[in-house]
């Protein structure tokens, strides 16, 4: 939430320093970052699966909400590039539809997956140099 620090945050609610410089309670998103939603028939495009990204907290329009287009192949999901901005709640559902959780689920999994091979790869690249760094030294048999 750009422009907002939170102070307090509770179950249905939160209350924030705005912008400038005031409290204020805002309701809580709807949808949290990185979540997996479905259009509803309000949406132009109904039953439509998407990923939410980057809710964000504004005094005009509450909470504006930005998407990135997905596709469902082979029960998983593949990101399409291109997003959009919403900020009508109702134009959106949580996922009920089992298969829809089972698949979001894999996607929230492999997401974690990717996050920790990558981590493991830095790790991995820092060890090399710590070992190179040590192979700098003179040979020094002392501690064995």
């Keep these: 939430m750009s422009g907002y620090n939170i102070i307090n945050k509770g179950k249905r609610s939160m209350l924030i320093r705005n912008s400038n410089g005031r409290f204020q309670r ?9 979540e ?4 509803s028939e309000k949406h132009h ?7 939410v990204t980057e809710p964000v907290w504004t005094d005009k329009r509450g909470w504006v909400y930005t998407e990135t287009y997905c596709k469902v192949r082979n029960n998983k999901i ?9 900020f009508d709640e109702d134009n959106y559902l949580k996922l009920s539809n089992p ?19 990558y981590r493991v790869k830095k790790i991995d690249s820092e ?3 710590l070992t190179f ?8 048999n002392s501690h064995d």
């Design 26 to 34: 805002i309701p809580n998103p709807l949808f949290f970052d990185g």
């Design 36 to 39: 997996v939603v479905i259009s």
């Design 45 to 51: 495009t109904p039953n439509r699966i998407t990923t």
């Design 78 to 86: 593949s990101i399409e590039g291109g997003c959009g901005r919403w």
């Design 99 to 117: 298969l829809h959780l089972v698949i979001a689920e894999i996607h929230y999994r492999e997401k974690e997956k990717s996050k920790l091979e």
């Design 127 to 129: 060890l090399d140099k």
């Design 133 to 140: 760094t040590l192979n700098l030294f003179p040979k020094d």
